[in-house]
């Protein structure tokens, strides 16, 4: 059974840092494209970055761009999403997920809590 762990989220300042990880499991990540989503409260889920299977192609949401840095490990089977400068709209439960995959609904994790506060 295919498993996305998300972790690293928290509480942190404006301008802040916080590195999510997404660990899978019952998947080879290798094998897909694999990005990065996040739902804030009362929006709808939205796909702010992706990295292809290789890792040598990423791609940006306008609103992350430039603050945000996605990354995999294939070996380890594991994603990444690198915050920086974080604002206040990035207050949202952030999820991995495969955008190509025909099961992706079925793949949904639980999500990590990041909150952007002073």
Same mark, same amino acid.
């Given at each position: 059974?295919?498993?996305?762990? /998300?972790? +690293?989220?928290?509480?942190?300042?404006? +301008? +802040?840092?916080?590195? *999510?990880?997404?660990?899978? @499991?019952?998947?080879? *990540?290798? !094998?897909?494209?694999?990005?990065?989503?996040?739902?804030?409260?009362? $929006?709808?889920? /939205?796909?702010?970055?992706?990295? %292809?299977?290789?890792?040598?192609?990423? %791609?940006?949401?306008?609103?992350?761009? +430039?603050?945000?840095?996605? @990354?995999?490990? !294939?070996? $380890? !089977? %594991?994603?990444?999403?690198?915050?920086?400068? *974080? $604002? *206040? /709209? &990035? %207050?949202?439960?952030?999820?991995? !997920?495969?955008?190509?995959?025909?099961?992706? &609904? &079925?793949?949904?994790?639980?999500?990590?809590?990041?909150?952007?506060?002073?």
């Amino acid at each position: 059974q295919v498993q996305f762990v /998300e972790s +690293g989220g928290g509480l942190v300042q404006p +301008g +802040g840092s916080l590195r *999510l990880s997404c660990r899978a @499991s019952g998947i080879s *990540l290798s !094998n897909y494209r694999m990005g990065w989503y996040r739902q804030a409260p009362g $929006k709808q889920r /939205e796909l702010i970055a992706h990295i %292809t299977s290789s890792g040598r192609s990423t %791609t940006y949401a306008d609103s992350v761009r +430039g603050r945000f840095a996605i @990354s995999r490990d !294939n070996a $380890k !089977n %594991t994603l990444y999403l690198q915050m920086s400068r *974080l $604002k *206040l /709209e &990035d %207050t949202a439960v952030y999820y991995c !997920n495969a955008p190509d995959s025909s099961a992706r &609904d &079925d793949y949904w994790g639980q999500g990590t809590q990041v909150t952007v506060s002073s």
